[in-house]
C-alpha cells in the first residue's frame, strides 16, 4: 500500500482545517497502522464464535438496513490489547473502534454487501486527546494519536455499483457523512481501503462528502 | 446601513417557553435589518416571557384571548395601525386566521383563500409541492375503522387537528384518551389519524408579499426537545426545485407573510408534508444568521426600504435558556394561591403554549373553520350498513320481536357464514402452498367454543393448547392427539393427556426444554422451542441473544433431543399492536435465530410454528400479500423443514359473534350523551382495549352503525371503568329497550367473560 499525500489535491481543497505540518506528523506516526484484522484460531473456539457473529448479522439485518446500529448494545468502546481473536470478543464488554469496523465488515459480508475499511484522522482538543491516552495507558498509551489529533477506523459502504460511499461510524453508530467540516470532532484526513479493486473502474477514486477522494492513499480534507 | 427607518411595527405571539412563538425572532430579524427600527411586542399575557426580551421598543399588553372583545380588539389594532400607517406580523396561526376574515392591508398575513384552500391534512399537498401527504383518516367514522387504520399502520399513527395540535398516539384506550384530552382543549376542532412517517424532519420558512416569493430557508433539525420542537439545526439555501415550487405555491394563493411548510424526508429522498404554518416560525432568526433574513425581506417588500443585508454568521444555529430581568412597566402576576385538588397541589407552571389562551381564541373562531372546511358536506352521524351486516344482523331483531320470544339480553349472537368464511379461506390457502405442508392451527383459547372447535376440525385445522384440559376439550369435539399442538408457559404434564402423543410440544424455558427431552417416552413426535420475540421485552419464550444464551440452548438440543424426536421452533408476537410490517421483520429475525441455532446445535429443525394476534380485517390481506412470499423464504433458510404452522388467533373468530344489549336509560336533556346498557364489562372484558362497530337498532328495527362522538355508553354494574363504548355519537331518538349490538364480540371477549353483578356465583 503506498501511502502519499496527492499534491495536486492538496493544491485544490478548501483552506486546511489542521495546521499542515501538525497533520503530516500525525500521518507519519499513524503510517504503521493498518485497518484491525479479527484472528481466529484454528479449532472449534473461534470457529463457533465465528459462526455465532455471523449468523445474529443475520437477525438484526432482519430489522435493520443500517450497516451494524447494534454493537454498542453488545460492547462499549474502549481499549483492546492485540492481536484479538474471536472467541475472546465473544466473552469481551469493550471493543475499539477497529474491532468494532472490523466486525461490521464481516457483519455485512455476511449479508453479502461489499464494505471497505477506513482510516481516519480526527481533531479534539488536546485535553480530551491526554484523556484518550490515559484511558489506553495499559494498551499501548497515544499510538494513535498525536497532539489534537486521533486515528480512528470506520467503514465504507457503496451505494449499487457507483463510487459514491457512505461512512458509517460504528463506534457511536451514525454516519460520519453529516459530521463537523472543522474544528471539534471533524474529520481532517481520511483513506479509504479497497483490496477488491472495486474502485478501479472509477479511476481508483471515491466520492464523498460530494469530494472526490483516491483510494488507498490519505486525502487530507 | 439603512438610512430610512420603516414605520413601527407590532409583532404578535412572543412567548418562549420550550414550544416557543415566533415573535422575539421575527423581532431579532428587524433589527438586524432595521437596526433603528420600532418594533412593539403585542401578546395576552405578562406571562409571555418574550414580551421581555430587548429587542421590543414597546409591548402591547391584551386581555387573554378567551375574554376580550374581539370586535373592539380588531378596532384597537386598526386604530394603533392608522395612527402609525405601521404594520403588522401576527405570530400565531389562529390569530392570522382571525385577522384574514377582516382582511386588512397593513396585516403581513395570509389571506383568507390561503386559509381555506390548505385545510389540514391538505391532501392534495402534491397539486402544489413535490410532496405527498401521509395517509390519513377523519375521526368522524366507525370507530372499528379508526382502529383498522391505526392497526394497519402498525400504531404509528398521530391524532391531529386542522390547525394546530399533534399527539403520537400508542393504543386504543391512549387514542380516546388523547383525543378526549384535545377536545377539552380546542373545543369541536375536526380532528383526524395519520400515519407517521419515518425520516428526518426538513422544514422550510418563507416569506412572501402579494404573491410573490421573497425568499425561503431549508432547514434541517439536528436536535429536538421532547415535544419534538426544534432546538438546534442547520439552514442552507432552499434547493432550487423546491424554490420554484413554493413560488408557484405562492402566488397561487396570493399569500402575504411569513410561512413555513414542515416535511418528513424518508430514506429514498421523499417529502412528506407534515403541516403549514400561516407565520414565520420560531427559529427565524436561525436563518437571520445563516444570512437569509426573511422577515427583513417581507419589510423591505411592504415599505419598499430597503433592509441591511448581513453576511451569515454560521450556518448552524442553537438555543439557549438566558435570563433577562423582566420590565418594570409589565412585572410578573401575583404568586399563585396554592389549592387542594383532587390530585394534589395546583400552582401556574410552564406553559409550553402560549399562556394568552389561543386555545379560546380557537375556540371562539372554530365554527368559521368548521364551516371552511365542511362547507359541502353536511356532519356525518351514521355509517352505512353493509349489505353483510344487514344480513347478520337483522335476525336478531326478527327472533326478539317474535311473540313468545323469552331470550334476555345481553346474550351473543353467533352468526354461522362468518364462522366459517375464515376457516375456508386460510384452509383454502394452505392447500395452494405445495412446497412444503402448511397447517392452519386453531388456538383454542381464544374461543373454545365447541362451534368453532368443530370448524377447526372440519377445515383441517390442527388445534393449538396451552393447558390439558384445552387438549382434552378439543378431543372430545373430534381432533386427534397426533394432530394437536402445545404452546403454553404451563409445562406439558404426559399424565394428564394419559398416555396421548401430540404432534408437537414447545418449551417456554429453558427449564421446561431439559424436562421434555429428558421425558421417555416422549410426549410429542416433535419438540421445540419457543423463542423470545428478538430485543423485546416478552414474558414469553427462550431468549437467544447473547453468545452465552446460543450456546445454552445449543448444548441442551444437542445432547439431549432424543434421536427419534423432531426439532420445532416457534414464534409468537401480536401483528394487531406492532403492525405487519414490524411482525414480518421480527419473523425474518425469528427465523435466523432458528438458522443459527440448527447450525450450532446441527439438528434439522423440521417444524416452523409462527403466530399470531391479527385482527380478522389484516389476517385476509396479509394472507394475500404476504404469506405466500414467507413461506417461500421458510423453505429457501430451512430445506430440510416438514411443515409450517400458523395461528392466526382471534383473526379467525372474533367477528363470528356480536354481544346484543338492550338501553336501560339515557341521560341528558339537549342531547342524549349517556345510555346504560344491560350489558357490562363481564360480558364485554375487552371492551376499552380494542375499537369495535356499535349498532343502534330502534324499535322498527331499523338499523344504524354508529359513529364516534362525545357519548358514553355505560355498562350495568357499580365499577367506575365498566363503560362499553366512549366517544360515540349517541341517536337523537334513543329509546329505553332499544338495543345496542356490539361488534368482534367472537374471541377474547367470549372466552374471557365472566358472570359478575347477576346474583350468580362463580362455580
Known amino acids: 500500500m503506498n501511502d502519499r499525500i496527492n499534491p495536486e489535491f492538496l493544491m485544490n481543497i478548501e483552506p486546511q482545517k489542521a495546521d499542515h505540518l501538525r497533520l503530516q506528523a500525525a500521518l507519519d506516526k499513524f503510517k504503521s497502522l493498518s485497518p484491525t484484522v479479527i484472528s481466529g484460531h484454528d479449532s472449534e473456539c473461534c470457529q463457533f464464535a465465528r459462526k455465532w457473529f455471523t449468523g445474529l448479522s443475520g437477525v438484526h439485518h432482519a430489522i435493520s438496513s443500517l450497516p451494524s446500529p447494534w454493537m454498542k448494545s453488545t460492547w462499549d468502546w474502549g481499549p483492546l490489547e492485540r492481536p484479538i481473536h474471536w472467541c475472546q470478543i465473544v466473552k469481551k464488554s469493550v471493543l475499539d473502534c477497529g474491532t468494532l469496523s ?43 494519536t498525536h497532539q489534537d489529533l486521533v486515528y480512528h477506523e470506520c467503514v465504507a459502504v457503496i451505494n449499487g455499483s457507483t463510487n459514491r460511499i457512505q461512512v458509517w461510524d460504528p463506534t457511536v453508530e451514525t454516519f460520519s457523512d453529516g459530521s463537523p467540516t472543522k474544528g471539534h470532532d471533524s474529520v481532517v484526513a481520511i483513506k479509504i481501503i479497497d483490496a477488491s479493486k472495486h474502485f478501479d473502474s472509477f479511476h481508483n477514486q471515491a466520492v464523498w462528502r460530494e469530494k472526490l477522494l483516491d483510494i488507498n492513499v490519505w486525502n487530507v480534507l | 446601513m439603512s438610512a430610512i427607518n420603516p414605520p413601527p411595527i407590532i409583532i404578535s405571539s412572543c412567548h418562549t417557553g420550550s414550544s416557543p412563538a415566533p415573535g422575539v425572532g421575527i423581532a431579532r430579524s428587524i433589527k438586524a435589518g432595521y437596526p433603528n427600527s420600532v418594533l412593539i411586542g403585542k401578546d395576552q399575557s405578562a406571562f409571555s416571557t418574550g414580551l421581555h426580551s430587548p429587542y421590543f421598543d414597546d409591548v402591547w399588553l391584551t386581555r387573554p384571548w378567551g375574554n376580550i372583545d374581539l370586535d373592539k380588539h380588531l378596532i384597537q389594532i386598526k386604530d394603533r395601525l392608522d ?10 396561526d389562529f390569530e392570522a386566521r382571525w385577522l384574514a376574515t377582516h382582511n386588512i392591508p397593513s396585516v403581513l398575513s395570509p389571506s383568507l383563500e390561503a386559509f381555506t384552500s390548505t385545510v389540514k391534512p391538505f391532501a392534495n399537498v402534491h397539486e402544489y409541492l413535490p410532496s405527498k401527504a401521509p395517509a390519513f383518516l377523519d375521526l368522524k367514522t366507525d370507530p372499528r375503522e379508526i382502529y383498522n387504520f391505526a392497526v394497519s399502520n402498525g400504531w404509528r399513527v398521530w391524532l391531529k387537528g386542522p390547525m394546530m395540535d399533534a399527539r403520537k398516539v400508542y393504543n386504543w384506550p391512549n387514542l380516546l384518551a388523547t383525543w378526549d384530552g384535545l377536545l377539552k382543549t380546542w373545543g369541536r376542532e375536526h380532528f383526524f389519524l395519520q400515519k407517521e412517517i419515518t425520516g428526518l424532519d426538513v422544514t422550510v420558512a418563507f416569506s412572501a408579499y402579494k404573491g410573490k416569493l421573497l425568499g425561503a430557508a431549508f432547514m434541517e433539525k439536528r436536535q429536538m426537545t421532547e415535544e419534538g420542537k426544534c432546538w438546534s439545526g442547520e439552514v442552507n439555501a432552499c434547493p432550487a426545485d423546491l424554490f420554484e415550487d413554493i413560488s408557484k405555491f405562492v402566488e397561487k394563493l396570493q399569500w402575504t407573510g411569513g410561512g413555513e411548510l414542515e416535511f418528513v ?44 443585508k448581513t453576511e451569515a454568521e454560521s450556518h448552524q444555529f442553537t438555543r439557549l435558556i438566558i435570563e433577562v430581568p423582566v420590565s418594570n412597566d409589565m412585572q410578573l402576576p401575583a404568586p399563585p394561591v396554592i389549592k387542594s385538588k383532587r390530585k394534589g397541589v395546583g400552582v401556574n407552571k410552564l406553559t409550553s403554549i402560549n399562556p394568552g389562551g389561543l386555545p379560546q381564541l380557537m375556540q371562539r373562531i372554530s365554527n368559521e373553520i368548521s364551516i371552511s372546511n365542511a362547507k359541502d358536506q353536511k356532519l356525518k352521524k351514521f355509517e352505512k350498513l353493509t349489505s353483510e351486516e344487514h344480513h347478520s344482523l337483522a ?16 346474550f351473543r349472537h353467533f352468526v354461522e357464514e362468518r364462522a366459517k368464511a375464515p376457516f375456508e379461506l386460510i384452509s383454502n390457502f394452505a392447500k395452494r402452498v405445495k412446497k412444503i405442508k402448511f397447517s392452519p392451527a386453531y388456538s383454542i383459547k381464544t374461543n373454545p367454543d365447541p362451534r368453532l372447535m368443530k370448524l377447526a376440525l372440519e377445515y383441517g385445522f390442527r388445534a393449538e393448547g396451552i393447558s390439558a384440559n384445552e387438549l382434552l376439550s378439543a378431543h372430545e369435539v373430534g ?102 410490517d414490524v411482525w414480518l421483520s421480527q419473523t425474518r429475525a425469528f427465523l435466523q435465530q432458528a438458522k443459527l441455532l440448527e447450525e450450532l446445535c446441527e439438528k434439522p429443525i ?76 363481564a360480558e364485554l372484558p375487552l371492551a376499552v382495549d380494542f375499537g369495535r362497530s356499535v349498532y343502534h337498532v330502534n324499535k322498527s328495527g331499523e338499523i344504524a352503525k354508529l359513529t364516534t362522538g362525545v357519548g358514553r355508553i355505560l355498562g350495568r ?42 346474583g350468580k356465583s362463580y362455580e
Open chain 2, 717 to 758: 354494574i357499580c365499577m367506575e371503568h365498566d363503560i362499553l363504548a366512549n366517544g360515540i355519537l349517541l341517536p337523537e331518538k334513543i329509546e329505553e329497550d332499544d338495543l345496542l349490538i356490539f361488534s368482534h364480540a367472537g374471541a377474547y371477549e367470549s372466552s374471557m367473560s365472566y358472570k359478575f353483578g347477576n
Open chain 2, 265 to 308: 424526508r424518508d430514506e429514498q429522498g421523499q417529502l412528506w408534508f407534515i403541516d403549514l404554518n400561516y407565520r414565520f416560525p420560531a427559529w427565524i432568526y436561525g436563518a437571520t444568521l445563516a444570512g437569509i433574513n426573511l422577515p427583513g425581506l417581507l419589510v423591505e417588500a411592504a415599505t419598499g426600504i430597503p433592509h441591511l
Open chain 2, 83 to 92: 395612527a402609525t400607517s405601521g404594520f403588522f406580523i401576527p405570530g400565531s
Open chain 2, 395 to 410: 335476525p336478531i331483531f326478527e327472533h326478539l320481536s317474535q311473540p313468545n320470544s323469552n331470550t334476555e339480553t345481553p
Open chain 1, 102 to 144: 472490523a466486525l461490521t465488515i464481516e457483519s455485512l459480508a455476511a449479508v453479502g454487501q461489499k464494505s471497505f475499511s477506513v482510516q481516519m484522522v480526527q481533531m479534539y482538543s488536546e485535553d480530551m486527546v491526554q484523556d484518550f491516552e490515559h484511558m489506553w495507558r495499559d494498551e499501548g498509551g497515544g499510538y494513535w
Open chain 2, 479 to 580: 381432533h386427534a392427539f397426533e394432530n394437536m399442538v402445545y404452546n403454553g408457559p404451563v409445562p406439558l404434564n404426559p399424565k394428564d393427556l394419559h398416555g396421548n402423543k401430540i404432534h408437537v410440544v414447545f418449551a417456554d424455558s429453558m427449564e421446561s426444554l431439559k424436562r421434555l427431552c429428558q421425558l421417555k417416552p416422549s410426549p410429542a413426535a416433535h419438540i421445540g422451542v419457543r423463542l423470545k420475540p428478538f430485543e423485546s421485552s416478552s414474558r414469553f419464550g427462550i431468549r437467544l441473544e447473547s453468545f452465552e444464551d446460543y450456546q445454552e440452548v445449543a448444548k441442551v438440543v444437542k445432547e439431549l433431543l432424543p434421536a427419534d424426536v423432531g426439532f420445532a421452533v416457534h414464534q409468537h408476537h401480536q401483528s394487531s399492536t406492532n403492525g405487519e
Open chain 2, 606 to 681: 423440521r417444524i416452523i410454528d409462527i403466530g399470531g394476534g391479527w385482527t380478522h380485517e389484516s389476517f385476509i390481506p396479509f394472507m394475500g400479500n404476504a404469506l405466500e412470499q414467507l413461506t417461500d423464504e421458510i423453505c429457501h433458510i430451512f430445506p430440510n423443514a416438514d411443515e409450517v404452522i400458523i395461528e392466526p388467533g382471534k383473526a379467525i373468530c372474533e367477528q363470528s359473534q356480536f354481544l346484543v344489549s338492550r338501553v336501560l336509560e339515557k341521560r341528558g336533556k339537549e342531547f342524549i350523551h349517556e345510555v346504560v346498557s344491560d350489558a357490562c364489562l
